[in-house]
């Protein structure tokens, strides 16, 4: 069965950098959330959308943003990048049916290394 | 914002035993996950769910949503459960919600 695809599964950047990272949803799933997780920290919410519009926001920084396009996919930008940016991001996918979520479902993360 | 305790933190065991690890959360949910990962992986979804009890292999999730509490519980355990195990929660507002993680338990299963 089809999962949830992130890529790249790793990527090295310089501070200031810029870095984009990219989530493909399960085919059908409505709704993308973004996570990120620092080493030997427990996953933080950053940004969630539904239908292509945001729905709900976390600890994401103003230098990070996020959008989910026509397909369903989704992208996040994270400029001017710092070392404490260094983490595993990952994306999960859902469908969302009244005030239910259906199918949660985890990427494998990106890797992202600030050096 | 939901608070969300995991115990035991560490746990290591041998081969065969029954595992239990405990969550408990202080706000109304809409849906509790349990989730594995092992080091430097990926996270996997084993359960989401709302209410009563669900089976999956040796795997078993309890959940009492009036004691705001759930339990994973791994029977005859081996070497390949050893993973970090973690509980998070959906806040009850039923739109598209992050989730609201546990520290995790760090289970170590000794053959």
């Known amino acids: 069965a089809a999962g949830v695809i992130q890529s790249p599964r790793h990527l090295i950047k310089e501070k200031r950098e810029t870095a984009t990272l990219k989530c493909y949803p399960i085919?059908?799933?409505?709704?993308v959330y973004w996570y990120q997780q620092g080493p030997g920290q427990d996953p933080q919410f950053l940004i969630s959308f539904y239908e292509k519009m945001q729905s709900d926001k976390g600890s994401i920084p103003d230098r990070f943003s996020a959008q989910q396009f026509s397909d369903y996919h989704s992208e996040l930008n994270m400029s001017s990048l710092e070392l404490g940016d260094s983490a595993l991001y990952f994306c999960a996918s859902s469908l969302k049916e009244g005030r239910a979520n259906y199918g949660y479902t985890f990427g494998s993360g990106t890797r992202l290394t600030v050096v | 914002k939901n608070e969300v305790e995991q115990s035991p933190q560490n746990l290591t065991a041998q081969e065969g035993e029954f595992i239990t690890i405990n969550c408990s959360y202080s706000?109304?949910?809409?849906?509790l996950h349990w989730l594995q990962q092992h080091p430097g992986g990926g996270i996997v979804s084993l359960f989401m769910?709302?209410?009563g009890k669900k089976k999956h292999g040796r795997l078993i999730a309890t959940i009492n949503i009036q004691e705001k509490h759930s339990s994973l519980h791994i029977t005859a355990s081996h070497p390949r459960d050893s993973a970090v195990y973690i509980c998070a929660v959906s806040n009850s507002g039923g739109g598209a919600d992050g989730l609201t993680f546990g520290k995790g338990t760090h289970l170590i299963i000794q053959p």
């Open positions: 706000v109304g949910i809409s849906a």
């Open positions: 769910l709302s209410s």
């Open positions: 085919p059908r799933h409505d709704t």
